[in-house]
């Protein structure tokens, strides 16, 4: 028996096509130096169209790849829509990239045009003469024109400015039919070993990441929603928040490139945004700029999400205890399209026990299959005590890499799961508790011991601005856990006082011997705390450790 | 390039491992003549495999259909989850067909086996020797031992008690793996030509449709809520409640076969329902029994569904005005899974205005493409003034019907569109508007006369409780309206009266000529008003029509 029902492909040209037809009213506000811009959904598809056929113009065929490199902003969300809805794939490029990564990532995916926003001219061009397959550059922004635009052109590329190359074209574009599972996007992951390994989504992904973005387990977007992405566009997808908004036909609020508290909560305060998503240290410095202004009130905001690494429990308290601000945990990464859990209280659960489920990476969606594999390979019980690494599976879960020439990326994958490198716990009730990346375990006379427990009662501390626990060598026990605290403008704290901080909820041998005051915790390009340049700077004695008495 | 994303199948079998693994305490709730009776999804999960144990041990191998034979309850939802999960084919016969057609569409599905209802054997003994393919019958209930078993068996089919068998049946059943593309489930529809017409639901379309209820601008599902399906489980898959909650972990309160006012809404107040889903003449009977106990409060209901046939205004207004209930309609048809489309009001409406849009058939979900065309075949303008013939497409509508001898069939679909039969239209912000199923059309000089807008009208008079307009052959006019009416137990009302409240609201011309008072509107077996009837009645002289003075 055959099913009778049509063979409709999910594809990010018909949720563009839903989005900016069916919610004509709704806009995409960017944030710029005075206030903001904006455009609405009936403009935005105009302009998608005039994208996609300026792209066409200049030579765009098959799944030719188009770089972005660009701040979330209108024009980028534009290229999100065109680029995939033509057939292309669009690269979106970390611009926190070193350049030598951002140079092998733009020639390893043969990007052929890049768009850059006017603001990033001066980052992009030195890089630009090594991008050997690029031809074109489209410079974007209000600002473009006052560009220096010979920056650019001393590279030998052509560069256009994107408002013209829109203009030239008409407000319709003959779309063409794709398949669902053809390329769409992709998105480089910046691994700690080894090059850059490129995930490529499909339109079935994004188009399914999106749905399951909207239900309200996730984040339950209607049309009278507005979304804040904060996450960047060139940051796993800004988490599917943009896709997600376009489906819904929730507006949209960019904060282009103001991402310091100050703009940023202005911005907040101006465009009334209902649902918002960026990383920890992101609110934490929003939450500084609340407590020193208390007369400013988020409450537009129904929901926070916050993610990217773990979100200590002492930030979603302040923040709702302080300012009323409901923050919920989300865990994913650029593997799973990424969003893959969310930390919802379960029902029936009230008052401190309620910062327990918080406090985990989340409860699996409807989609995205867990379980917890231990070191030889068997599949340990979902009981929330039994620790190994997470492995997961479903249609937003990447299967691979795209041509990569590193020995170990098929190590990431476990007959059809992919193991995520984190390693952690799951419960009956589907929620994945994380307690280190598997390359930041550290084992103490056979024993875990879970950085980011203690990095999280670390930034409890009212003193510390942040925490990053590492292992490091120890001759009887193995390895020792190794504190580095980044101490609040204004505040002291001493080793000791730290340690007793820490003794009421941690056993004896979990506390950490050393603590290291340091100036920042190294990062990422995406942010992450770096710990392995911790080590590393330990190793090398650049640490200071702290007697303790 | 290609994607590197999984191949991830979305099949029923994933949403129900995700329901009953990730929401283990989520419960279904079913009503009984004294209470309700409960399992958890824990407890679903473990059933749903004895279930498919049982089947399988009874002969069901490939695609062979079983066919259910029930109300909304636990057991009907272990089939509901059991059999396509296994390979099946789910077949939910609809327990108020007229027996030629239950025996037309058992026949022409080639059921296998029946699960029947303990307190439904009376109804479907007499017709079950004439099911020709079907060999075993499961009764199932509480009751189902006390059931007149042999009313079944002087069929010569074998006859089982549905407990007997799944206690036979391991907790675990080796679920295979299945593409989404396969048969899952087929419903047919009872057309008003012809035998009925069997649409068949894949895996994929039943995930995408659960999905797409679970997103903020339809259900908006989470686990906290609690979903009370009143629209039956055999008629368009409950409007895919039940998958819906299964999806997102939404406990379930079935109401069973206490579907009159008293007990259903007893039920309410028992089970705590947070969303609820029915036809409006069960939402009419709701409401003179709320009207009738004023101590009563539904106040666990956040949104009530309403749909199936167009949704009086004056049936929202009352259950808001007078008791705080937020109805809201949706629009579709077994050919579209159903929901296709959900009446929210646009942002920034307020007031009156918005019974405009409360008014409309709904706005159109992302994944429903919908367009309205002429006689001609030509595209109409989405102004909300051009009436035609609404056509759509989706992941969730059908290309056709299964093995049809009907002539007529391939005439529902134009170049892969679904003809829908209704005719109205679709306005900027894609809100369709239904003036008239096609066949229903009343066309007076050349002009449109929409008999849902005058049923509305009529029904928001307050000694009418039904009403049902068709047209009537005219020799000037080629038709006029006749207004069929079901007054309000203790209320009178003339014609006159009737059409001094239409005066108002209609230009004189659209004013019914003639007004007929009924005992009660005729319906289909899906209870829709049954104009082909009301039309036949007339042309033989059986409506009494009143003179207007």
């Known amino acids: 028996m055959q099913s009778t029902m049509q063979d409709y492909q999910l594809t990010i040209a018909s949720l563009m096509h839903h989005g900016t037809s069916v919610h004509p009213d709704s806009e995409v506000v960017t944030a710029t130096a005075e206030g903001s811009r904006s455009i609405t959904y009936a403009e935005l598809g105009k302009r998608t169209a005039r994208l996609a056929g300026a792209l066409r113009a200049l030579g765009i065929e098959g799944d030719d790849r188009v770089a972005t490199f660009q701040w979330n902003n209108a024009e980028h969300l534009e290229a999100y829509l065109a680029i995939p809805s033509m057939g292309a794939v669009l690269h979106t490029l970390n611009i926190r990239l070193f350049p030598e990564q951002l140079i092998y990532v733009a020639n390893h995916a043969e990007d052929k045009i890049v768009i850059v926003d006017d603001s990033l001219v001066g980052l992009l061009a ?101 979304v804040l992405p904060i996450v960047p566009m060139f940051h796993a997808n800004a988490w599917g928040l943009a896709y997600a908004a376009i489906m819904s036909g929730a507006s949209l609020c960019m904060p282009d490139r103001w991402l310091q508290a100050e703009p940023l909560v202005r911005f907040v305060t101006e465009s009334r945004p209902t649902i918002s998503g960026a990383v920890p240290t992101v609110w934490n410095d929003v ?173 409890g501390h009212q003193a510390v601005l942040e925490a990053a626990v590492v292992g490091i060598p120890d001759e009887k026990w193995q390895e020792r856990p190794l504190a580095t605290i980044v101490v609040k403008q204004g505040a002291t704290v001493t080793a000791d006082e730290l340690r007793e901080h820490l003794a009421g909820d941690f056993a004896k041998w979990q506390l950490p011997d050393a603590f290291a005051f340091i100036e920042e915790v190294p990062r990422t390009s995406v942010g992450k705390f770096d710990k392995k340049v911790l080590r590393q700077r330990f190793r090398e004695g650049e640490l200071r450790v702290e007697p303790l008495s």
Chains 1, 2 share one sequence.
């Open 126 to 226: 030195p890089q630009l003469p090594h991008l050997e397959t690029v031809t074109h550059v489209l410079v974007a922004g209000p600002e473009a024109a006052q560009a220096n635009l010979d920056s650019l052109r001393s590279s030998g590329k052509e560069v256009l400015l994107y408002e013209d190359v829109l203009a030239e074209q008409p407000e319709t574009f003959d779309w063409p039919e794709l398949d669902e599972n053809d390329a769409a996007a992709m998105c480089y992951t910046s691994g700690t070993t080894g090059n850059p390994k490129g995930v490529v989504y499909s339109h079935r992904s994004a188009y399914l990441h999106s749905m399951a973005s909207c239900t309200g387990n996730v984040a339950g977007l209607t049309f009278a929603d507005r």
């Open 287 to 459: 939450l500084t700029h609340l407590d020193d202004h208390p007369e400013v009130k988020l409450d537009s905001l129904r929901r926070i999400l916050c993610g990217g690494s773990a979100v200590p429990v002492s930030l979603m308290q302040a923040l709702r205890e302080r300012h009323g601000l409901d923050m919920i945990q989300a865990w994913g990464m650029t593997e799973t399209s990424p969003v893959a859990s969310v930390a919802n209280v379960p029902l029936g659960i009230r008052g401190e026990e309620e910062w327990r489920y918080k406090a985990t990476a989340g409860r699996l969606l409807c989609g995205v299959e867990g379980r917890i594999v231990a070191d030889d390979g068997s599949v340990l019980p979902r009981d929330g005590e039994a620790v190994g690494e997470l492995e997961v599976r479903g249609p937003w879960v990447t299967a691979g890499y795209y041509a990569s020439d590193d020995p170990d990326a098929e190590a990431k994958f476990d007959h059809g799961w992919l193991r995520t490198g984190d390693v952690g716990t799951l419960d009956h009730l589907g929620y994945i508790t994380l307690t280190d990346r598997a390359k930041d375990v550290i084992k103490s006379g056979g024993e875990w011991i879970s950085s980011v427990d203690l990095e999280n009662a670390l930034m």
